[in-house]
């Protein structure tokens, strides 16, 4: 499928060079943007292909009342200097006030401008997201940016190609979050490195578009490239009918071209690694980089059961920082905040899921909870069927869209020494605010954990 997305995208290729391939989507943001357009300005040069280029704001917004002004500088400047580029340049932006603004790995699918068999790009790492609609979508850095505003292309080495096929069922009560958490756990986070992993299998086969989102999205804290999933009738059925996709004929006949798409029987991968959904269990992660994990009914581990001195080093280290012993059971750790939100959970499907566990149910007295959905539009459809009450009935936080706690670019932040379970995609240090200790889990474990106060299995709520 890589291959079959990645050739006729080439527009020129040369020996020992890398490959210059056509970009059909590019996806900005406020973080990695302005040096782009700076460098636009100073050539005299236009943004090519407008029509192919959109911006939200997302990384500097602050998830509180719109009423309520930006109160952070830098952040206000960044926003500002967002709108004016986009004004300038002529590119469609969806800033903090738009009913259509929201993190821009979630508008991309959820407007229609996500399409099977596209190339994607996005100044920004989890661009892998978009891949679950068997598009090639790959995260790029700012003086990409500018090539790709400029010239419409992108010079990339080819990458090369690796099957992740999970076999079997998932057992009630685990979740894509957990796929891709599991996977992580055992390939390691260089597990992917210079690879397109393409997941394959029952189980992936089986997940909603939600979930093939939230694994895609990891697929970079794997190392990988990107992130792929063959279109099939769940993809089509997704795209069918949103505001930027082809309608009516066109989308039939769109349909009809994005059957050719999936690998074919028999194509061989530079690598694959094989899992049974069937063994898996909800993850939570003790450490400080994504391949940190371990199951819920397992405990921290001693870093001297690592093999390698390096791992050793690192297990340790993350321990002190997460001030956690080992042999700790996982279910005994205890949080004082959640954060349910981020491109990788923060879908209707993830918010329903949280919703679901604390239902009827109150939040932890130690605990300080919040849930940020991942578009304005979310929030609204999540509004109106009753999620809001649940969750403020619950005494959770319920905020305006944006990417909020998963990074400390805005006012969400953690105090140092807090722990929270969250369901973002990166627990690196300092992270969710300097200081701040995260784990990594399912938007139902999040849930379960903002009720007991402390690592709880869903599944024994
Ligand atoms: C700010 C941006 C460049 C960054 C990324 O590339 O991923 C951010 O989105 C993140 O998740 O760390
Ligand atoms: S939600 Fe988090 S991971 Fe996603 S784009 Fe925003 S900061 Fe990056």
């Given at each position: 499928?890589?291959?079959?997305?990645w050739?006729?995208?080439?527009?020129?290729?040369?020996?020992?060079?890398?490959?210059?391939?056509?970009?059909d989507?590019?996806?900005?943001?406020?973080?990695t943007?302005?040096?782009?357009?700076?460098?636009?300005?100073?050539?005299?040069?236009?943004?090519?292909?407008?029509?192919?280029?959109?911006?939200?704001?997302d990384?500097?917004?602050?998830?509180?009342?719109l009423?309520?002004?930006?109160t952070?500088?830098?952040?206000?400047a960044?926003?500002?200097?967002?709108?004016?580029?986009c004004?300038?340049?002529?590119v469609?932006?969806?800033?903090?006030?738009?009913?259509?603004?929201?993190?821009?790995?979630?508008?991309?699918?959820?407007?229609?401008?996500t399409?099977?068999?596209?190339?994607?790009?996005?100044?920004d790492?989890?661009?892998?997201?978009?891949?679950?609609?068997?598009?090639?979508?790959?995260?790029?850095?700012?003086?990409?940016?500018?090539?790709?505003?400029?010239?419409?292309?992108?010079?990339?080495?080819?990458?090369?190609?690796?099957?992740?096929?999970?076999?079997?069922?998932?057992?009630?009560?685990?979740?894509?979050?957990?796929?891709?958490?599991?996977?992580?756990?055992?390939i390691?986070?260089?597990g992917?490195?210079?690879?397109?992993?393409?997941?394959?299998?029952?189980?992936?086969?089986?997940?909603?578009?939600?979930?093939?989102?939230?694994?895609?999205?990891?697929?970079?804290?794997?190392?990988?490239?990107?992130?792929?999933?063959?279109p099939?009738?769940?993809t089509?059925?997704?795209?069918?009918?949103r505001?930027?996709a082809?309608?009516?004929?066109?989308?039939?006949a769109?349909?009809?071209?994005?059957?050719?798409?999936?690998?074919d029987?028999?194509?061989?991968?530079d690598?694959?690694e094989?899992?049974?959904?069937?063994?898996?269990?909800?993850?939570?992660?003790?450490?400080?980089?994504?391949?940190?994990?371990?199951?819920?009914?397992?405990?921290?581990?001693?870093?001297?059961?690592?093999?390698?001195?390096?791992?050793?080093?690192?297990?340790a280290?993350?321990?002190?920082?997460?001030?956690?012993?080992?042999?700790?059971p996982?279910n005994?750790i205890k949080?004082?905040?959640i954060?349910?939100?981020a491109c990788?959970n923060?879908?209707?499907?993830?918010?329903?899921?949280?919703?679901?566990v604390?239902?009827?149910?109150?939040?932890h007295?130690d605990?300080?909870a919040?849930?940020?959905?991942?578009?304005?539009?979310?929030?609204?459809?999540?509004?109106?069927?009753?999620?809001?009450?649940?969750?403020?009935?619950?005494g959770?936080?319920?905020?305006?869209?944006g990417?909020?706690?998963?990074?400390g670019?805005n006012?969400?932040?953690?105090?140092p020494?807090?722990?929270c379970?969250?369901?973002?995609?990166?627990?690196?240090e300092?992270?969710?605010?300097k200081?701040?200790?995260?784990?990594?889990?399912?938007?139902?474990?999040?849930a379960?954990?903002?009720?007991?106060?402390?690592?709880?299995d869903?599944?024994?709520?």
């Amino acid at each position: 499928m890589f291959e079959k997305i990645w050739d006729p995208h080439v527009v020129h290729d040369e020996p020992g060079e890398p490959s210059i391939i056509y970009i059909d989507l590019h996806l900005v943001h406020e973080v990695t943007s302005p040096q782009a357009f700076d460098g636009l300005r100073m050539a005299g040069r236009p943004v090519r292909r407008t029509d192919l280029t959109v911006a939200t704001a997302d990384h500097n917004t602050p998830t509180w009342d719109l009423s309520l002004p930006v109160t952070d500088e830098i952040s206000q400047a960044q926003l500002e200097a967002l709108s004016r580029n986009c004004e300038e340049f002529g590119v469609t932006l969806y800033d903090r006030f738009s009913p259509l603004q929201g993190i821009v790995h979630i508008i991309g699918p959820d407007l229609g401008y996500t399409q099977p068999g596209k190339t994607v790009v996005c100044g920004d790492s989890h661009t892998s997201t978009h891949g679950a609609l068997g598009a090639f979508a790959v995260g790029i850095g700012t003086s990409e940016v500018e090539h790709v505003m400029a010239t419409q292309t992108l010079r990339q080495f080819k990458p090369q190609t690796m099957e992740v096929r999970v076999d079997g069922q998932l057992p009630p009560g685990v979740t894509a979050k957990d796929i891709i958490l599991g996977i992580i756990g055992r390939i390691g986070v260089n597990g992917g490195t210079g690879h397109v992993i393409e997941y394959t299998g029952e189980a992936i086969r089986s997940l909603s578009m939600d979930g093939r989102m939230t694994v895609c999205n990891m697929s970079i804290e794997a190392g990988a490239r990107a992130g792929m999933i063959a279109p099939d009738e769940t993809t089509f059925e997704y795209v069918r009918g949103r505001q930027f996709a082809p309608q009516g004929a066109e989308f039939d006949a769109a349909v009809e071209r994005w059957k050719l798409l999936p690998t074919d029987p028999g194509a061989t991968f530079d690598k694959t690694e094989i899992f049974d959904a069937s063994q898996m269990e909800p993850y939570v992660t003790w450490g400080t980089n994504p391949g940190m994990v371990a199951p819920i009914s397992g405990h921290v581990p001693d870093p001297n059961s690592f093999e390698e001195a390096g791992q050793r080093e690192a297990a340790a280290r993350a321990l002190q920082y997460m001030d956690l012993r080992p042999g700790t059971p996982i279910n005994g750790i205890k949080i004082n905040r959640i954060f349910v939100g981020a491109c990788t959970n923060a879908r209707l499907e993830d918010l329903r899921a949280a919703a679901e566990v604390v239902r009827g149910r109150k939040v932890h007295p130690d605990v300080y909870a919040m849930v940020v959905p991942g578009s304005a539009k979310i929030k609204l459809e999540a509004e109106e069927e009753g999620l809001d009450r649940i969750f403020t009935e619950a005494g959770l936080d319920w905020r305006v869209a944006g990417c909020s706690m998963c990074l400390g670019m805005n006012p969400d932040i953690l105090a140092p020494g807090q722990r929270c379970a969250a369901t973002s995609n990166r627990n690196f240090e300092g992270r969710q605010g300097k200081g701040g200790r995260t784990h990594l889990v399912s938007p139902a474990m999040a849930a379960a954990a903002a009720i007991a106060g402390h690592f709880v299995d869903v599944r024994d709520l």
